[in-house]
């Protein structure tokens, strides 16, 4: 059987697994939410935007004649892991997520864990403070709780219309990043507490190293809790996962 590939994508470990898959003869398509206004160009087809929920993508999946999942998606899209798990095993077809591990504080870090975005707004009540502030665009809302504190953001779109936080400096890049990078920019804006998803990866750690080196406090956001799954950490682990299920990939 010759596989038709659905993969989750929006991160670093989706484009390498495009760029992985491309040339193998091997049909596959990277799905995108649409969140960037410019998606990076991919080596293999696209398609953007959601499903509709687990019945739009039940209902994809069927009309696409996909035979193998693959949720490629960041570890806080929680919403599209779930809905990937439903809809395949109401298909009964194989899903596997390719994930990174997350990070782990080392001696030098000064980390407190939060368990949620709610959790993280709640720990930043007190005193202004400076704060860069890389949660991604779309949780921006949520710290105009906090309006007392001077963020630093980092998007990769500028910012349509106003910001929900007050007292906000922009930066619009899409990385990669660099410690040296991170460092001067953290400097540059005498940040004294960085707040983060724990992503996990090498794409979003520059700031973890520069605040590690700059001696400064992380507010480390923990990942959401995710329905079991098989987990693979490479692209060539994919391919091996699609051999071992049956699936020609004519080589
Ligand atoms: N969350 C982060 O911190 C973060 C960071 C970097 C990149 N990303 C990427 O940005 C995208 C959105 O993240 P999120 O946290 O907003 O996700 P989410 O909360 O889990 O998903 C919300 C909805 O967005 C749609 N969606 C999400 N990922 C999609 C994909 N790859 N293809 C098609 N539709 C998708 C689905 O809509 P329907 O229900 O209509 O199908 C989903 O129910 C993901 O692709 C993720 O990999 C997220």
Not at 121 to 127: F, I, K, Q, Y
């Given at each position: 059987?010759?596989?038709?590939?659905?993969?989750?994508?929006?991160?670093?470990?989706?484009?390498?697994?495009?760029?992985?898959?491309?040339?193998?003869?091997?049909?596959a398509?990277?799905?995108?939410?649409?969140?960037?206004?410019?998606?990076?160009a991919?080596?293999?087809?696209?398609?953007v935007?959601?499903?509709?929920?687990?019945?739009?993508?039940?209902?994809?999946?069927?009309?696409?004649?996909?035979?193998?999942?693959?949720?490629?998606?960041?570890?806080f899209?929680?919403?599209?892991?779930?809905?990937?798990?439903?809809?395949?095993?109401?298909l009964?077809?194989?899903?596997?997520?390719?994930?990174?591990?997350?990070?782990?504080?080392?001696?030098?870090?000064?980390w407190?864990?939060v368990?949620?975005i709610?959790?993280a707004?709640?720990?930043?009540?007190?005193?202004p403070?400076?704060?860069?502030?890389?949660?991604?665009r779309?949780?921006?809302?949520?710290?105009?709780?906090?309006?007392?504190?001077?963020?630093?953001?980092?998007?990769?779109?500028?910012?349509?219309g106003?910001?929900?936080?007050?007292?906000?400096?922009?930066?619009?890049s899409?990385?990669?990043?660099?410690?040296?990078?991170d460092?001067?920019?953290?400097?540059?804006?005498?940040?004294?507490?960085?707040?983060?998803?724990?992503?996990?990866?090498?794409g979003?750690?520059?700031?973890?190293?520069?605040?590690?080196?700059?001696?400064?406090?992380?507010?480390?956001?923990?990942?959401?809790?995710l329905?079991?799954?098989?987990?693979?950490?490479?692209?060539?682990?994919?391919?091996?996962?699609?051999?071992?299920?049956?699936?020609?990939?004519?080589?």
């Open positions: 059987m010759r596989p038709t590939l659905l993969i989750l994508g929006g991160t670093t470990e989706a484009t390498a697994l495009a760029a992985r898959l491309a040339g193998t003869g091997l049909k398509t990277l799905s995108l939410a649409g969140r960037v206004e410019t998606p990076k991919q080596p293999i087809p696209m398609r935007g959601g499903f509709g929920g687990v019945p739009g993508l039940i209902a994809y999946l069927r009309a696409e004649g996909v035979t193998h999942v693959i949720d490629a998606t960041h570890p899209a929680a919403q599209m892991s779930r809905n990937a798990v439903e809809a395949c095993t109401a009964g077809l194989p899903l596997v997520a390719l994930t990174r591990p997350a990070w782990m504080a080392g001696l030098l870090d000064t407190r864990h368990p949620d709610a959790a707004v709640a720990a930043l009540s007190g005193p403070r400076r704060v860069f502030l890389a949660v991604g779309m949780h921006l809302e949520a710290f105009a709780a906090q309006p007392q504190h001077r963020y630093l953001l980092r998007l990769v779109d500028a910012p349509k106003p910001l929900p936080l007050p007292q906000a400096d922009v930066v619009v899409r990385g990669p990043f660099t410690e040296a990078g460092r001067a920019l953290m400097e540059g804006h005498g940040t004294e507490l960085v707040v983060s998803k724990n992503a996990g990866g090498t979003a750690r520059a700031k973890i190293d520069a605040a590690r080196a700059l001696g400064l406090p992380v507010l480390m956001i923990d990942r959401p809790v329905p079991a799954r098989r987990e693979l950490a490479h692209p060539d682990e994919v391919l091996d996962w699609l051999a071992h299920s049956g699936a020609d990939l004519g080589v």
